[in-house]
């Protein structure tokens, strides 16, 4: 069974910066992609970063040179690191995993960028 875990979550005052981790149950290699993604209230799930496993990391435009994901492959972790955070960062993210046609999912973590 192929598991996520995340962690790092919690409230950040605006320009604050917070670090998630995704530890999986596997290698990295595992996965095709790995990648981070986030649901606000009311709001479809998005696509934050992902790193391909043979590619380099991609960012959606909203968190463009302020997030960075990073990998380490002998850990099994994957991380974001969010540096300048904004309200509207606010949201549940979650750590995905791609193998094929199939995602694995983590549990989620929560973020609150609030004064």
């Known amino acids: 069974q192929v598991q996520l875990v995340e962690s790092g979550g919690g409230l950040v005052q605006p320009g604050g910066s917070l670090r998630l981790s995704c530890t999986a149950s596997?290698?990295?290699?595992?996965?095709?992609?790995m990648a981070w993604h986030r649901q606000s209230p009311g709001k479809q799930r998005e696509l934050v970063a992902g790193?391909?496993?043979?590619?380099?990391?991609n960012y959606a435009e909203p968190v463009k040179g302020r997030f960075t994901i990073s990998r380490d492959i002998a850990k099994n972790t994957v991380y974001l690191q969010m540096n300048n955070l904004k309200p509207e960062d606010t949201a549940v993210y979650y750590c995905?995993?791609?193998?094929?046609?199939?995602?694995?999912w983590g549990q989620g973590t929560q973020v609150t960028v609030s004064s």
């Open positions: 596997r290698s990295i290699f595992f996965f095709n992609t």
């Open positions: 995905k995993g791609n193998r094929g046609s199939t995602a694995y």
């Open positions: 790193y391909p496993t043979g590619g380099s990391p």
